[in-house]
């Protein structure tokens, strides 16, 4: 006889205790693994709900330069905010843009890798 795992749920969205103001889309670093805020939190702990998947509009750092489609995206805290940037600055590649963007841009669609960040060689 053998017993088999039920499936509790997908794997796109986890549960997250935060300690601290969250705001809803938000890049966080849960453990070793990029997520982003699916909901906001106001100060202090509370649970919030963090997709671990998908495709999303993150903060990008200033002047971080054009950006082609498919180039790694890093982060890198600043101002107390996790933004990307196409340098490998930090070293751990949360996912691919899944869009050229410009010089000017603020903001980048990108890909989420869904698992723990590299580092980069």
């Known amino acids: 006889f053998t017993v088999m795992a039920q499936t509790l749920r997908e794997g796109d ?26 909901t906001a939190k106001d ?14 509009q993150l903060t990008r750092k200033a002047s971080a330069g054009n950006v082609g489609v498919g180039n790694k995206a890093y982060y890198i805290a ?4 996790n933004k990307i940037t196409s340098v490998a600055t930090s070293g751990k590649a949360v996912g691919i843009y899944a869009e050229t963007t410009t010089t000017a841009a603020t903001t980048a669609k990108v890909k989420l890798m ?8």
């Open 78 to 81: 600043t101002g107390g905010v």
């Open 114 to 121: 869904g698992g723990p960040v590299l580092v980069a060689l």
């Open 13 to 38: 969205a986890l549960d997250y205790t935060t300690t601290a103001a969250v705001t809803n889309g938000a890049l966080l670093i849960v453990g070793d693994t990029p997520v982003v805020a699916l």
């Open 43 to 56: 100060a202090g702990s509370g649970t919030i709900a963090v997709a671990t998947e998908g495709v999303f």
